[in-house]
């Protein structure tokens, strides 16, 4: 009889613990981890197709340019008269100045002035400048006097022009764009077309003539209005 209290005491201790371990809440459940986020590389686009180059031995040619148009006769001329030839020369307020740049004296100076200097830019100087000088047909104006016409030739002297010779005139056209010219008086040497009863004049535009003289060459005179008073 005395082993039942020791019975009876390991039965109440395990009862104990299975109360124990039944009214234990159960551990909270462990929530799942979620896998890193993995990079993903873009898909590389593909290379665009070279085109196949032609192997050549011989360099390509350079472009060739387009001739040019060609140049009709009227444009190179230059503009025609709008008037006739006498009625240019004989305008109201008209003078013409002489060009002498595009004049033959002036290259017939360059070429003696040269000779003459002997390489010496001052003495070439003084001799153009005294060729000029030596020049006096500067200006000349005609102007319709009665049934004639008459002309007047002029040397300047900086500001002021000076009378060198005047004289009657017969003017006559002759075709295409020229006038003829006959001398009936003189009042004073002619600085130009001297000792000549007859010289022909060209009027290409409306604003210019043209003289060949035996002497000096051609020589061109270009219009100036109000250059000589009346």
């Known amino acids: 009889m005395r082993r039942a209290p020791a019975e009876l005491l390991i039965g109440c201790l395990l009862s104990v613990e299975v109360w124990a371990c039944s009214s234990a809440p159960p551990p909270p459940p462990t929530p799942p981890i979620a896998p890193a986020p993995v990079a993903v590389a873009p898909k590389p686009e593909p290379a665009p197709p070279v085109a196949p180059v032609a192997a050549s031995n011989e360099a390509t040619p350079p472009p060739v340019a387009p001739e040019p148009a060609p140049t009709s ?121 001297k000792n000549k009863r007859e010289a022909i004049i060209t009027v290409p535009n409306d604003y210019s003539f043209e003289i060949d003289d035996a002497e000096l060459g051609k020589l061109k005179y270009e219009a100036k209005i109000g250059l000589v008073g009346n």
């Open 73 to 193: 006769a009227a444009a190179t001329e230059g503009p025609k008269p709008s008037r006739s030839p006498i009625d240019i020369l004989t305008s109201p307020d008209t003078a013409f100045q002489i060009d002498y740049a595009g004049s033959a004296p002036l290259e017939a100076a360059r070429s003696t002035c040269a000779e003459k200097s002997g390489g010496d830019p001052e003495a070439q100087a003084k001799c153009l400048s005294d060729a000029r000088g030596s020049f006096k047909a500067d200006v000349i104006r005609f102007r319709k006097d009665g049934a004639h016409w008459s002309w007047t030739v002029y040397k300047r002297a900086g500001n002021r022009l000076d009378e060198v010779t005047s004289g009657r005139l017969a003017l006559s056209e002759t075709p295409p764009s020229t006038v003829s010219v006959k001398f009936l008086s003189d009042k004073g040497m002619r600085p130009i077309l």
